[in-house]
């Protein structure tokens, strides 16, 4: 069955400190997204991907890095962890076409102190 | 830009009663292709609805929504709720241009209560 896995389920960071956030996909999708989710402010693009070595930003990237080494796998960056950065993250993997859906992952809860 | 506009934050229901979320949008693509996923609490987001023909219903697990491009609305809609729907649900515009990115509205929580 296709998935998309998120890795780790979730985690507490440090102030200033670095955070990686990761996430596979058997789907043989191409593209893949990275949202974070907010009360109050829905499901937010920070970056995403439509093929391997390529990253695109999202509408909120500042402070996020993205990396996709191969097609199954992306990953989230935070480079120095800053309090608003604690969210609930979102991977998600589509296949082309206009009227392809997401499949999610299980997403990773980030608090960051 | 594109957007989805969801007012209600949250629809306190009795079981039994219908339900109706709200969606709006605004876009300036003219195939414009809505979906509604659900998410249950510590599950993933999961497609509902999906839909891209004006004026069409669209129905899955009981629930239905029509997209009518006339008034840019994609209204999710259910004849009787059940304690079993209460999630929080979102619906989504696919943006314009090739990047496939689904821009979500803000969300609404479904609480059905006995």
């Known amino acids: 069955e296709a998935a998309v896995t998120q890795s780790p389920r979730s985690k507490v960071a440090v102030t200033g400190g670095k955070v990686t956030l990761s996430c596979h996909q058997t789907?043989?999708?191409?593209?893949m997204y990275w949202y974070r989710q907010d009360t109050g402010h829905g499901l937010r693009l920070i970056h995403y991907s439509y093929v391997a070595d390529s990253t695109e930003k999202g509408d909120i990237p500042d402070g996020y890095k993205a990396s996709r080494p191969s097609q199954e796998n992306f990953s989230l960056i935070l480079e120095l962890a800053s309090l608003s950065q604690t969210a609930v993250y979102f991977c998600a993997s589509r296949e082309t076409g206009g009227d392809s859906d997401y499949t999610f992952g299980s997403g990773t809860r980030l608090l960051v102190i | 830009g594109d957007s989805v506009t969801q007012k209600e934050g949250l629809v306190t229901l009795t079981e039994g009663l219908p339900v109706m979320l709200n969606c709006t949008y605004q876009?300036?693509?003219?195939?414009?292709?809505l979906f509604w996923y659900v998410h249950y609490l510590n599950e993933s987001p999961r497609l509902l609805l999906k839909s891209s023909t004006d004026n069409k219903r669209t129905e899955h697990q009981g629930f239905h929504a029509t997209l009518h491009k006339s008034s840019s609305s994609f209204h999710l809609q259910k004849s009787s709720a059940q304690l079993s729907d209460s999630a929080l649900y979102y619906c989504?515009?696919?943006?314009?241009?090739?990047?496939?990115?689904?821009?979500f509205g803000l969300g609404t929580t479904l609480q059905v209560q006995p």
């Open positions: 989504a515009l696919k943006g314009t241009g090739n990047t496939g990115k689904l821009i």
């Open positions: 789907n043989n999708h191409d593209y």
């Open positions: 876009t300036i693509y003219s195939n414009a292709f």
